[in-house]
């Protein structure tokens, strides 16, 4: 029979109470705000301008503005950052402040080089994913996006105020400072499958993305182009079809597969249409060097 110990051996542990939880607010410099492994050199904000914009005054209430004095905390005679759409990199001095406009001053450098020859063909999905999409790609770097119509897309979505108004290019404009590039891809919206394949560049590789009826996988379907690329000074161009929401229908597979396209996944999981899309790029780009 096992006897309880005496109660004067028993060892209690007095833990002291726990200190209250306390948030510190920590200001990080601003160029310090990288990604792991990024050059110590690479200043996180790139201002981009119209060339039209360059000899005019920038307005107190242009959201640029508010950026270089408030988040920038530029001063007169500071300079920082900018670039010519779709041109060089260069540097602007903040000249002078006034009560309605920014003086500012510019320099210009060297042309980045050009996005990696990937185009996407993508069912025009509702105008919240379609925003998303202009954004990443452009980040990440791509040479053309194409919104297409498709049979299970919703129609109404091309005449949304996304693209009436001109607010996609805003979202590009977002995405190439995001990435320090000045680069922006070419865009189109609205026209249908078959008269955005007819006018492709015939050399290029093409990938379907689809769920239902590929076999391979992205990454497998693109190894030709990287062992082709291996013996060509030109990096041969990739040209990735993404569905609507709701997926291609049978007819539309077939345009696709008539149209030398071949059809391949992102693995079991159902993405959505904007992770999809991200997904695909990073693939290809890492696959064919191009990261």
């Known amino acids: 029979m096992?006897?309880?110990l005496p109660s004067k051996q028993v060892s209690r542990v007095r833990f002291?109470?726990?200190a209250p939880f306390q948030t510190k607010t920590v200001r990080t410099p601003e160029l310090d705000l990288r990604a792991n492994g990024a050059s110590q050199n690479t200043p996180l904000n790139l201002v981009l301008f119209e060339p039209s914009e360059i000899a005019l005054p920038?307005?107190?209430?242009?959201?640029?503005?508010?950026?270089i004095l408030e988040v920038l905390r530029r001063s007169v005679g500071d300079s920082f950052d900018v670039g010519l759409v779709n041109g060089p990199h260069g540097k602007a001095t903040l000249s002078a402040i006034h009560h309605d406009t920014l003086a500012l001053s510019f320099v210009w450098g060297t042309l980045p080089p050009l996005p990696p020859p990937i185009t996407l063909?993508?069912?025009?999905?509702?105008?919240?994913?379609?925003?998303?999409?202009?954004?990443?790609?452009?980040t990440l770097g791509v040479q053309a996006l194409h919104f297409v119509t498709t049979a299970r897309g919703e129609p109404s979505y091309a005449s949304s105020t996304l693209w009436s108004s001109g607010e996609w290019r805003r979202h590009l404009l977002a995405g190439a400072a995001q990435a320090f590039c000045t680069r922006l891809p070419d865009v189109?919206?609205?026209?249908?499958l078959s008269d955005i394949i007819a006018g492709l560049p015939p050399q290029a590789t093409r990938v379907a993305l689809d769920n239902y009826e590929s076999l391979v996988a992205l990454e497998a379907a693109i190894k030709p182009v990287a062992k082709a690329?291996?013996?060509?000074?030109?990096?041969?161009?990739?040209?990735?079809?993404?569905g609507s929401e709701r997926g291609w229908t049978a007819a539309e597979r077939d345009l696709l597969r008539a149209n030398h396209f071949a059809l391949a996944h992102l693995g079991?999981?159902?993405?959505r249409t904007e992770t999809a899309c991200v997904a695909s790029i990073a693939i290809v780009k890492s696959s064919l060097g191009w990261l």
Do not use: C, M, W, Y
């Open 2 to 4: 096992v006897k309880p």
């Open 229 to 242: 690329n291996e013996s060509s000074t030109t990096g041969q161009a990739v040209i990735l079809a993404l």
């Open 16 to 18: 002291p109470p726990a």
């Open 268 to 271: 079991p999981r159902v993405l």
């Open 121 to 138: 063909l993508i069912g025009l999905p509702r105008p919240q994913t379609a925003r998303k999409i202009l954004q990443e790609a452009t």
């Open 58 to 67: 920038l307005a107190r209430s242009d959201s640029r503005a508010t950026h």
């Open 188 to 192: 189109t919206f609205g026209h249908s």
